[in-house]
């Protein structure tokens, strides 16, 4: 009894000091949250937004790591007006006229951090380079590439990947008449399970965009597809470590060999684990990125930023053996000097290499899917697109449309302004800090240090602008329009964004566009399983995920 008593009594002055010090981690992180919003050093206390934004840098990644990114951002904007606090830093404006006003040529504005975690190498590359003449220096570089001209010549060696989609959903749709025989009625064809039914063939069709744009991209880039369509599969080939595989560079001539150990990835699982993860960490600073790093939640994302710098490896190691190959954009990227005459290094290669792969073939497929789903939804819109397919390809006999005769035909370029439109791949605010001696839009100036962005999903979305309709896919709305009326509609119309750090790739993904949904619409007839909304994973880039669709084929 007394050894207890003594005991307590010695420990008295710990659990005093214990009882001290956790009293002050609420009082700390009180003042740490609200001395910055009393202070109010950006001046931003008059915005409206939710409370927990204006306290906390947690509440945005929050959100993103809910899957719900654009469409809270959507419904704030309809609540609070045209300015809505996102962070105690940051603020979204939803006008048409704050889009030049922070991304044109003359905002000074650059872009944030965020786009820090886009780094899969230690070289930046076109799109995560946040300097404005370091940027400039690299755009001029790569410019050309994308030029209309040289993106046309581009046509010849994308159309063999359009014909190999056709004869794979040419395949699919074989075991229609296969079942009517008496055959299976569903199985898989490589990764992807298709099944029998009321005479179509029923698969999601998100994959399949997938594998058509990857292998496009590869061949493009490198002269060397993924081999996904063929495979019907996601699966390729990366270098397991990027160091070593870079220090390998230009020591094989073997073109069909890799001069280093590879592995296999499944790309989609890979870029679905890293865009959601570093969507998420964009928004916080260096020192809770490492914290959120290390979650459980987050590991496969962590193990899959490597691995998709890994593919970007294996795909310009694999090239630089064979400098014979035929024209593609590494030989322009190789041919490439900086201001002193300096080319650019292996790492830079792969750097740049990674951009095009991650900025073409996924934001590419994402909209052809979604805009699939919405003309598979509305057999109306269906009809009219395939009757002016019809017409424009009668003369026409190669499965694959040519980028000629599509190119300019009023329903169709309304179906795909409509579709960019309505999904916006890249819909979310693209963050950008005001530069030194601020930035004034709409009248508001903000302070030097600030993030701005525009919600190109909301203004794709605000009925002033679009009408009542605006959330219904109405290609005719692009056609009706005239006027002022048709003014406004292009103002607010941002899929590429604008300005210097707009879409350096859009003559290449209107290509595309035009030439997949002309060629799939004009040679087969589609509807939805369920006309449930199209379920999106909200992150960076909006990507649906997953659209089953049944078609049959209009060849008579
Ligand atoms: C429908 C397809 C596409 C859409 C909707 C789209 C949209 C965009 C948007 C909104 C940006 C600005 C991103 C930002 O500021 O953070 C961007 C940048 C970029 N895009 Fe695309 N893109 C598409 C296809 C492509 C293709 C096919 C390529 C190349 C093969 C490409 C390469 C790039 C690059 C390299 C950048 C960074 C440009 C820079 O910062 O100078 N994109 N894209």
Same mark, same amino acid.
Not at 44 to 55: T, V, W
Not at 191 to 215: I, K, N, T
Not at 246 to 273: C, D, P, Q, R, Y
């Given at each position: 009894?007394?050894?207890?008593?003594?005991?307590?009594?010695?420990?008295?002055?710990?659990?005093?000091?214990?009882?001290?010090?956790?009293?002050?981690?609420?009082?700390?992180?009180?003042?740490?949250?609200?001395?910055?919003?009393? /202070?109010?050093?950006?001046?931003?206390?008059?915005?409206?937004?939710?409370?927990?934004?204006?306290?906390?840098? @947690?509440?945005?990644?929050?959100?993103?790591?809910?899957?719900?990114?654009?469409?809270?951002?959507?419904?704030?904007?309809?609540?609070? @007006?045209?300015?809505?606090?996102?962070?105690?830093?940051?603020?979204?404006?939803?006008?048409? %006229?704050? /889009?030049?006003?922070?991304?044109?040529?003359?905002?000074?504005?650059?872009?944030?951090?965020?786009?820090?975690?886009?780094?899969?190498?230690?070289?930046?590359?076109?799109?995560?380079?946040?300097?404005?003449?370091?940027?400039?220096?690299?755009?001029?570089?790569? %410019?050309?590439?994308?030029? &209309?001209?040289?993106?046309?010549? &581009?046509?010849?060696?994308?159309?063999?990947?359009?014909?190999?989609?056709?004869?794979?959903?040419?395949?699919?749709?074989?075991?229609?008449?296969?079942?009517?025989?008496?055959?299976?009625?569903?199985?898989?064809?490589?990764?992807?399970?298709?099944?029998?039914?009321?005479? !179509?063939?029923?698969? =999601?069709?998100?994959?399949?965009?997938?594998?058509?744009?990857?292998?496009?991209? *590869? =061949?493009?880039?490198? *002269?060397?597809?993924?081999?996904?369509?063929?495979?019907?599969?996601?699966?390729?080939?990366?270098?397991?470590?990027?160091?070593?595989?870079?220090?390998?560079?230009?020591?094989?001539?073997?073109?069909?060999?890799?001069?280093?150990?590879?592995?296999?990835?499944?790309?989609?699982?890979?870029?679905?684990?890293? *865009?959601?993860?570093?969507?998420?960490?964009?928004?916080?600073?260096?020192?809770? !990125?490492?914290?959120?790093?290390?979650?459980?939640?987050?590991?496969? @994302?962590?193990?899959?930023?490597?691995?998709?710098?890994?593919?970007?490896?294996?795909?310009?190691?694999?090239?630089?053996?064979?400098?014979?190959?035929?024209?593609?954009?590494?030989?322009? /990227?190789?041919? $490439?000097?900086?201001?002193?005459?300096?080319?650019?290094?292996?790492?830079?290669?792969?750097?740049?290499?990674?951009?095009?792969?991650?900025?073409?073939?996924?934001?590419?497929?994402?909209?052809?899917?979604?805009?699939?789903?919405?003309?598979?939804?509305?057999?109306?819109?269906?009809?009219?697109?395939?009757?002016?397919?019809?017409? $424009?390809?009668?003369?026409?006999?190669?499965?694959?449309?040519?980028?000629?005769?599509?190119?300019?035909?009023?329903?169709? =370029?309304?179906?795909?302004?409509?579709?960019?439109?309505?999904?916006?791949?890249?819909?979310?605010?693209?963050?950008?800090?005001?530069?030194?001696?601020?930035?004034?839009?709409?009248?508001?100036?903000?302070?030097?240090?600030?993030?701005?962005?525009?919600?190109?999903?909301?203004?794709? !979305?605000?009925?002033?602008?679009?009408?009542?309709?605006?959330?219904?896919?109405?290609?005719?709305?692009?056609?009706?329009?005239?006027?002022?009326?048709?003014?406004?509609?292009?103002?607010?119309?941002?899929?590429?964004?604008? @300005?210097?750090?707009?879409?350096?790739?859009?003559?290449?993904?209107?290509?595309?566009?035009?030439?997949?949904?002309?060629?799939?619409?004009?040679?087969?007839?589609?509807?939805?399983?369920?006309?449930?909304?199209?379920?999106?994973?909200?992150?960076?880039?909006?990507?649906?995920?997953?659209?089953?669709?049944?078609?049959?084929?209009?060849?008579?």
């Amino acid at each position: 009894m007394s050894l207890l008593r003594d005991i307590t009594v010695q420990a008295l002055p710990f659990v005093d000091k214990l009882i001290f010090w956790l009293a002050l981690i609420p009082i700390i992180s009180i003042a740490v949250y609200t001395v910055p919003y009393l /202070l109010d050093p950006l001046g931003l206390r008059a915005f409206p937004g939710p409370i927990l934004a204006k306290f906390t840098i @947690g509440w945005l990644p929050w959100i993103v790591s809910q899957n719900r990114w654009s469409l809270t951002v959507n419904r704030l904007h309809q609540k609070y @007006g045209i300015f809505v606090r996102l962070s105690p830093n940051y603020v979204s404006i939803a006008h048409p %006229a704050a /889009l030049s006003a922070v991304y044109g040529h003359s905002s000074g504005a650059t872009k944030a951090p965020y786009y820090e975690v886009f780094g899969d190498f230690r070289a930046r590359n076109l799109f995560n380079i946040l300097s404005r003449p370091e940027h400039a220096r690299r755009r001029r570089l790569e %410019a050309h590439m994308f030029s &209309l001209q040289s993106v046309r010549a &581009l046509e010849i060696n994308a159309r063999v990947h359009h014909n190999n989609l056709v004869n794979q959903w040419e395949r699919l749709y074989s075991y229609v008449k296969q079942a009517e025989k008496g055959g299976i009625r569903e199985d898989k064809l490589g990764a992807s399970a298709w099944r029998v039914e009321d005479g !179509r063939v029923w698969f =999601d069709c998100m994959p399949w965009f997938s594998y058509w744009s990857f292998d496009t991209i *590869g =061949d493009l880039a490198f *002269g060397s597809p993924f081999g996904m369509l063929s495979a019907a599969s996601d699966t390729v080939r990366v270098a397991k470590s990027v160091k070593a595989s870079l220090a390998t560079f230009g020591t094989s001539s073997n073109a069909e060999e890799f001069g280093f150990e590879t592995e296999e990835m499944a790309i989609e699982k890979v870029l679905n684990e890293r *865009g959601h993860l570093i969507t998420i960490l964009g928004w916080l600073p260096e020192y809770w !990125r490492r914290i959120v790093q290390m979650l459980p939640a987050y590991r496969f @994302g962590m193990e899959a930023a490597p691995k998709m710098a890994g593919l970007a490896v294996a795909a310009v190691g694999k090239r630089l053996n064979n400098p014979a190959a035929r024209e593609d954009m590494l030989n322009r /990227l190789l041919d $490439a000097r900086d201001e002193n005459g300096k080319p650019m290094s292996p790492e830079e290669l792969s750097a740049e290499a990674f951009v095009l792969i991650i900025a073409g073939a996924d934001t590419t497929a994402n909209t052809s899917c979604a805009t699939t789903y919405y003309l598979a939804r509305d057999q109306r819109v269906q009809a009219k697109l395939q009757a002016e397919l019809d017409e $424009a390809l009668k003369s026409i006999d190669s499965a694959v449309a040519p980028y000629d005769a599509v190119k300019n035909l009023p329903y169709l =370029d309304a179906v795909i302004n409509e579709g960019l439109r309505l999904h916006a791949t890249i819909g979310a605010g693209l963050p950008r800090v005001v530069p030194e001696g601020g930035l004034t839009v709409l009248g508001h100036t903000f302070k030097e240090g600030t993030w701005v962005s525009v919600p190109v999903y909301h203004l794709h !979305r605000d009925e002033s602008i679009w009408g009542e309709n605006a959330s219904e896919f109405y290609p005719e709305r692009w056609i009706e329009a005239s006027g002022d009326r048709k003014k406004a509609m292009l103002d607010a119309f941002a899929p590429f964004s604008m @300005g210097p750090r707009s879409c350096i790739g859009r003559n290449l993904a209107l290509m595309q566009l035009h030439i997949v949904l002309s060629t799939l619409f004009h040679r087969f007839d589609f509807v939805l399983e369920s006309d449930d909304p199209l379920p999106v994973q909200d992150s960076f880039v909006r990507k649906p995920k997953r659209c089953m669709i049944g078609i049959k084929s209009r060849k008579l």
